[in-house]
């Protein structure tokens, strides 16, 4: 049912279409890619049924109030002086009007354009009408996966159809990083354990055949999940494996002087031990991680050409896979069941085990009387969309959640320790672009095999940034390219194949937090603190110049009006460099993303500096465990899959040695 009137309808459609517009091909402009419009995909429907899935009521108000206002000649006027309703004007005028609300010193009004221009370009670029290739990929020759063979799933999910109450040794919430290995590591002891997993199960010729399908599927609010102030993207998985079903496989071991921190600063003790580096060890072999199979796709290889001509130390990327074929899909699910996330490893360790694993299923609560854990209410969405109620009691509940969940579920079980929520880092990202003058594809082969971590530490406390590579779908592609009027975009858009990127994260030393709305459900408050900002900048500046050294023709920087230096056309790069530190970085004014959540219950030496003790154990709870990327003590400044996995392997072998 549509949630917006007659005229909302109109004003949104008329927005899209300004955004994309068909428009006559001038000098080397693509006549398929130019003269299609948001209109040609009935892209207004597919943006309303997107919102009406990912937004609260007050959200879906909100963007009915500013419909209305774009409707009136009044607000457009004082926006913009083109004193007339949207619909009155000239796709000049409109494009004026999305303009100023994209470069506006008002940070609402630049939230508002990027809710436009994020949606409706996104959907554009990913949508497959009818189950067809969308009509925009012949421009860049790009192909969804082939469909594989079926076969058996390795897999069955406990069915539940009925309410219930059920019976277990160990509850486990979560099924990633954490969860998973926790699951693996205690079935496999013999213990009687059972999964609880919000997203779905896909066997490997199940996952989904297309971005937009992906992001719907596999990711936390169908890819669309914002902080609250929506200065930043949040990619988070929500599927039977977590984040290690979607993520790029980089798998680095926590750095010693990390561990370090954790251990005398954080009191996580045992963080330098040996029987954590034996956890290191343990998940290592059983995820086959390696450096022989990250062959480097050709975006990796102009940042690896860029970086050496700058004496930089451009490294081999560890990964997790084995038997890895050239599917161009990492992110959206291994089709080739190559990458040995905790899906293809300790999830199936587990079930083989005996262990029960239920899908759809949504944690409402932890049970606890007296101070001691008994269980957990859960909701269960089947296939069909009928809900059940079930109580799972249990002797043990171990919450892997992930860092957004994790809290939630606490706090909403009524925990009232004072890091719960807080400390919440996330390895803040963004990107600059490079054009080249040879194919780059960028969504083809293995997305990370490539890593420079020479600015690392960057204030001699271990806080800096690092810099590699990502993959770069029509949709996501569409989503982050800067937008400043329709034709330069489909012109940036339409070089997407000779596109290459360079991503910038950094080690957060500041951090947000995560409450609950009125509902209950996590609210993400972060912003990028001007003691990040500086790392980040620096990292932006570096990645330039790595475009340049290895030949770019072009680079951009990440910010909405996309400022562009072309190497002997417009002075000296240092110029160009220093005009976009004095810009800076301010809320929605550029792309930020993150990819990496952690420490929002995390491990502490005592109640003051965590939720839970260094076994894993909550400091109110006794048998109520965490162990995701929550209980990292802080920020590792690496890709954090590892660390997860092996803080988790180290818990697990707490709770054997309790029970």
Sequence with gaps: MSFLSVAEKETLSIICDTLIPRLEPENGDDPNLFQLCASDLDLVTHFEAYIDRITTPAEKRQLKFVLNGLNTGLLNGIIS????????????????VLKKLATSRFELARTTFLTFKRVSTFLFYALMPSGQPNPTWKTFNYQPPPQPETQPRPIEPFTINAPAV???????????????????????????????????YFADHEFPRSEYEGMAQ??????????????????????????????????????????????????????????????????????????????ANPNNRVFERGSQALGYTCEV????????????FCNYGCQFGAKMGTLKTYLQDAYDAGAKIVVRGHVDRILHRHGKVIGAVVHVKEKNGAVHHVTVKAKVVVVSAGTIHTPAILLRSGLSNPNIGKNLYLHPTTVTTGLFDEPIDPWRGAPLTRVVRDFKNLDGNGYGVWLENAPAHPGLNGLA????????????????????????LTRDRDSGRITLDKHGQPHIHYRLSHYDAKHLMLG?????????????????????????????????????????????????????????????????????????????????????????????????????????????HYIAQQIKSRM
């Excluded at 002086?81 to 004026?96: F, I, S, V």
């Excluded at 990619?235 to 750095?255: H, K, V, Y």
Aim: aromatic share 6%; charged share 20%; hydrophobic share 40%.
């Design 540 to 648: 932006m500046k570096e990645a330039l110049k790595i475009h340049i050294a290895a030949g770019a023709l072009e680079v951009s920087t990440p910010h909405n009006d996309r400022p562009t230096y072309v190497p002997g056309r417009n002075g000296k790069l240092d110029y160009f460099l220093t005009q976009m530190e004095k810009r800076g970085l301010k809320p929605n004014d550029f792309a930020l993303f993150s990819a990496h959540q952690m420490s929002t219950a995390r491990i502490g030496g005592d109640s003051a500096r965590g939720a839970i003790d260094p076994t894993g154990q909550s400091y109110e709870i006794k048998n109520l465990y965490v162990a995701d990327g929550s209980a990292l003590p802080n920020a590792p400044g690496v890709n954090p899959m590892l660390s997860i996995m092996a803080v988790s």
């Design 481 to 504: 390219t800067p937008w400043l009027d329709a034709r330069q975009y489909k012109r940036a858009i339409q070089r997407l194949p000779n596109m290459a990127n360079i991503i910038i």
């Design 166 to 200: 059920l019976e277990t040794e160990i509850l486990v919430i979560g099924s990633g990083a954490g969860g998973g290995v926790v699951a693996g590591e205690l079935a496999q002891a013999g213990y009687e354990v059972m999964v609880i997993e919000k997203g779905d």
């Design 81 to 96: 002086g083109h004193w007339a309703p949207l619909k009155d004007m000239p796709q000049a005028a409109r494009e004026d």
């Design 317 to 328: 990327v560890p990964r997790n896979v084995k038997g890895c074929e050239v599917c161009d």
């Design 218 to 295: 596999l990711y936390e609010k169908h890819g669309a999940l914002v902080t609250s102030d929506a200065t930043m993207s949040i990619l988070a998985g929500s599927t039977l494996g977590g984040g290690t079903t979607i993520n790029w496989s980089a798998s680095f071991r926590t750095p010693d002087y990390v561990l370090k921190e954790w251990e005398q600063v954080l009191g996580f003790s045992g963080a330098t031990s040996q029987a954590l580096q034996n956890s290191f060890d343990a998940v290592i072999q059983r995820t086959n991680i390696n450096t022989a199979e990250s062959l």
